[in-house]
């Protein structure tokens, strides 16, 4: 049965390749508080001669996760991905009552940053349609 590799074992995986052939770590940072926790095990790999710190390049749509990450791994190459729709700042505008939209309107609506569903624009309005007829909502 498949499963998502824990961290460690993707750092196993790469560590295993041959230091001329090992392709790039892209670790993208989802969750909260995995920012330091991340570098942590990184530095790990690092100090016991298996990863080198130019094997990996970390992103995260969240800056503090980054700087989590930098304070134990200073030297890390960081990303910021921007285009997130901040939680706290969507209620501000919205109020409480907008919250229990969404976990279903967005990608990762539980999250403090949250990505629309679809790509595409109108897709992401008519599934807001579907879901909420608050028009109060739908004028943001």
């Not at 009552?97 to 008519?126: C, H, I, Q, S, W």
Request: hydrophobic share 40%.
């Amino acid at each position: 049965e498949d499963r998502i590799p824990f961290l460690a074992e993707v750092f196993d995986f790469f560590a295993s390749c041959a230091e001329d052939r090992r392709p790039s770590i892209h670790m993208e940072l989802k969750g909260n508080n995995t920012g330091k926790q991340a570098g942590e095990l990184f530095n790990e790999y690092v100090a016991a001669g298996k990863l080198n710190i130019s094997d990996l390049l970390v992103s995260s749509c969240n800056w503090e996760e980054l700087k989590s990450l930098r304070e134990v791994c200073p030297e890390a190459k960081i990303a910021l991905l921007d285009g997130a729709i901040r939680r706290n700042l969507l209620l501000k505008k919205t109020g409480p009552e907008a919250e229990k939209y969404f976990a279903e309107l967005f990608a990762y609506g539980n999250e403090d940053y949250m990505l629309p569903r679809f790509p595409d624009l109108t897709e992401n309005l008519v599934l807001l349609d579907k879901i909420c007829e608050d028009q109060k909502i739908h004028s943001l």
